[in-house]
């Protein structure tokens, strides 16, 4: 039973535009959540992430959403740019001080076309 | 079905020891990875394979080495265990390396050196 669920495994964009990723999760103790974007034959980068005190967050072009009541999050890119295609990694966790595991979404693969 | 199990889900032991964190998985992926969650919950992939064969090798001690006796096994064994190993360890799987595919998390292995 997946906790973590990245419920469209693609997404195609236009250069310029908008790009929202979605994310839904199931457990209500996660209090953490982090998206990671990954290139092929590399390993994940680490891009925002947000805790459940905060409804948003913004990084430079990208910003996260997180709707606790619905149990949901999103990831929004704006202006979408060619470099941006790539995997991007949904995760969750309870943040403690401590190494609780986080638990992934399988991701979505974004598109973005010139 | 788990589609991507690791063994043990906690893992305590003494500073010296050697230990090993098994991974399988049975969705007929070509490629595993192993990753480490450093304590803010940043994910560093340490290694890939690809049909039984080494493909990414980031920087870690030697003392840390990847084994992978067929392609839907990928069993990390550590010597000399320090007080710095301890974090969780995630094993992963993708259908190739080369690609912008999703990727499956196991649940993550909890290591406490003492």
């Known amino acids: 039973d997946q906790q973590v669920k990245q419920n469209s495994p693609s997404l195609s964009v236009q250069e310029g535009r908008i790009s929202i990723l979605n994310c839904d999760y199931t457990?209500?103790?996660?209090?953490?959540f982090l998206w990671y974007k990954k290139y092929p034959a590399e390993g994940p980068t680490f891009l925002i992430s947000?805790?459940?005190?905060?409804d948003k967050n913004e990084d430079g072009r990208f910003t996260v959403f997180l709707n606790k009541s619905a149990k949901h999050l999103s990831l929004h890119i704006v202006p979408s740019q060619p470099g941006d295609s790539a995997v991007y990694f949904c995760?969750?966790?309870?943040?403690?001080?401590?190494?609780?595991?986080?638990?992934f979404g399988k991701g979505t693969r974004l598109s973005v076309i010139a | 079905d788990t589609a991507v199990s690791q063994t043990p889900k906690y893992l305590v032991t003494q500073m010296g020891n050697d230990k090993s964190i098994k991974c399988e998985q049975n969705?007929?992926?070509?490629?595993m990875y192993w990753y480490k969650q450093d304590s803010k919950k940043f994910l560093k992939i340490m290694f890939s394979?690809?049909?039984?064969?080494?493909?990414i090798n980031e920087t870690v001690p030697n003392r840390f080495s990847p084994k992978s006796p067929d392609k839907a096994h990928l069993n990390l064994h550590i010597n000399s265990l320090e007080l710095g190993d301890s974090a969780v360890y995630f094993c992963?799987?993708?259908?190739?390396?080369?690609?912008?595919?999703?990727?499956?998390f196991g649940p993550g292995t909890r290591l406490t050196v003492l």
């Open positions: 992963a799987s993708s259908p190739q390396p080369d690609s912008y595919n999703e990727q499956f």
């Open positions: 457990n209500s103790m996660f209090d953490y």
């Open positions: 947000i805790s459940s005190i905060k």
């Open positions: 995760a969750a966790s309870e943040w403690d001080s401590g190494n609780t595991p986080l638990v």
């Open positions: 969705l007929g992926h070509d490629t």
């Open positions: 394979y690809n049909n039984k064969e080494l493909i």
